[in-house]
């Protein structure tokens, strides 16, 4: 949120100069933080980390799991009164938790265009990548209020490393027309 109380904008991060594997852009459930993190409840935010954590260790990046890490190192010095549980620093993705929009959120959504960029440009006609975690989190929460402008576009649900699930896609279009 700036000081005008207005969403952010996205910063779109197209791939550059026909260098299609650059950048896997996908679209996942909930508002700024639970994306990135870090709220209390962080199911949501754990898809996209487990996402992003599947491309790097496809590309030979390997993660420490909790269970590597000396319990004393989880200690924050001078900062006796926080505690940090083997379980905090666990990726555990719940596409079923909560989002975290606000009532102003809400009530007054940005229902941005959505929306494929390429070389900086908007591109038409392309198929925008959707995370299975968006299906799952309208599938257990029927309150969930996902941006209509998906139902004009093209898209694709992604599963694991983007591969695509022609049944999630038919499932989302299906939920999306309701």
């Given at each position: 949120?700036?000081?005008?109380?207005?969403?952010?904008?996205p910063?779109?991060m197209?791939?550059?100069?026909?260098?299609?594997?650059?950048?896997?852009?996908?679209?996942?459930?909930?508002?700024?933080?639970?994306?990135?993190?870090?709220?209390?409840?962080?199911?949501?935010?754990?898809?996209?980390c487990?996402?992003?954590?599947e491309?790097?260790?496809?590309d030979?990046?390997?993660?420490?799991?909790?269970?590597?890490?000396?319990?004393?190192?989880?200690?924050?010095?001078?900062h006796?009164?926080?505690?940090?549980?083997?379980?905090?620093i666990?990726?555990?993705?719940?596409?079923?938790?909560?989002?975290?929009?606000?009532?102003?959120?809400?009530?007054?959504?940005?229902n941005?265009?959505?929306?494929?960029v390429?070389?900086?440009?908007?591109?038409?006609?392309?198929?925008?990548?959707?995370?299975?975690?968006?299906?799952?989190?309208?599938?257990?929460?029927?309150?969930?209020?996902?941006?209509?402008?998906?139902?004009?576009?093209?898209?694709?649900?992604?599963?694991?490393?983007?591969?695509?699930?022609?049944?999630k896609t038919?499932?989302?279009?299906e939920?999306?027309?309701?």
């Amino acid at each position: 949120w700036n000081n005008k109380f207005e969403t952010y904008p996205p910063v779109l991060m197209g791939a550059q100069g026909g260098r299609e594997d650059d950048v896997h852009e996908v679209w996942f459930p909930g508002e700024h933080g639970d994306v990135g993190g870090p709220f209390y409840r962080d199911g949501l935010a754990d898809g996209a980390c487990q996402y992003m954590k599947e491309w790097l260790e496809k590309d030979g990046i390997r993660f420490l799991t909790p269970e590597d890490i000396n319990p004393e190192c989880y200690a924050i010095d001078d900062h006796p009164e926080v505690e940090v549980s083997i379980g905090r620093i666990k990726i555990q993705p719940n596409p079923s938790d909560v989002d975290h929009h606000t009532k102003f959120q809400y009530d007054t959504p940005s229902n941005r265009p959505v929306y494929v960029v390429k070389d900086d440009k908007m591109m038409d006609g392309t198929v925008v990548k959707i995370h299975e975690s968006v299906l799952d989190h309208m599938e257990a929460d029927e309150k969930y209020r996902v941006n209509p402008n998906l139902k004009t576009i093209k898209f694709a649900v992604v599963t694991s490393l983007g591969k695509v699930s022609e049944e999630k896609t038919t499932r989302l279009a299906e939920l999306l027309q309701k």
